[in-house]
């Protein structure tokens, strides 16, 4: 697909999700957006899911290779469309030079976690910044934003993670952060990056939401204590091996866990995690 077609699909899924946000604040499920692609099964039991990383739905644009764990553009299944308010984890390469054109959003929480290389961003309310691995950057689309994501190196890919929430209030005065973490503090502990805190360590989303990123060596074991009754937590293996909650996991697998009040966290080989507490309903 070229760049210019598939950035006009993303402007037409962006739009769509936008209506199935404003559903959102009216039932506990989002409308559905896509189109029917080749059934991806999940593994479900009482209070967990689980994805592992080979049944991402996948797409390869020449410029951009890209995992989506939940429905997206033109990968859609109806088991797969979010996990409480996370509406979307993409796991994007990006090859030098290239990248995203301007578009819009609204009424969206938008994380980008650089994994490798350099995302060099703009946007409609004045921001040029350019992203890098141990950033962490959020844009409350609110009431309405365009904005782009391009590669800003020739050479290389950059590689991160696109995570959409949805929002706790909608029509807000749209805003932009961008937080760089020490990554040595993550070193058998679970960093905390995204809170709904403006006075508390990491980026404010405005959502009664908390993402951790940990970074743990062979044998550590610990455990995160859920914050908000009812909120689930969506954990995705960066690299490595981990077992949670009895479940082992390997790299790009995800596990979402609900009605628990803990999680117990295995490192079965050094490995990064990372850990996304949302609201479930």
Known sequence: MKRSDFI?????????????????????TPDLVGFNHLPIKETKTMNTVLHKAATRGHANHGWLDTNHTFSFA????????????????????????????THPHDNMEIISIPLEGDLEHKDS???????????????????????????????SKVNFLQIWVFPKERNITPRYDQITFKPEDRVNKLQQIVSPSKTDDGV???????????????GFSTSYDVKLKGNGVYAFVIKGDVT???????????LGVWDVEKLDIVADSDAEVLLMEVPMN
């Not at 404010?204 to 062979?218: E, M, P, R, S, V």
């Open 8 to 28: 006009k699909t993303g402007i037409l899924s962006t739009v769509s999700l936008g209506l199935a946000a404003s559903a959102e604040s009216k039932a506990a």
């Open 74 to 101: 033109h990968y859609y299944d109806p088991t797969r469309t979010h996990f409480g308010k996370l509406r979307v984890l993409n796991d994007d390469f990006v090859d030098g030079g290239m990248g995203f054109g």
């Open 125 to 155: 309310m004045g921001n040029v910044a350019v992203i890098r691995q141990n950033d962490v950057q959020i844009m409350s689309a609110g009431t309405g934003i365009y904005h782009s994501e391009y590669n800003k190196n020739k050479d």
């Open 204 to 218: 404010w989303i405005n959502q009664d939401a908390w993402f951790h990123l940990g970074n743990l060596k062979k």
């Open 244 to 254: 949670i909650n009895g479940q082992s996991l390997n790299k790009r697998d995800g």
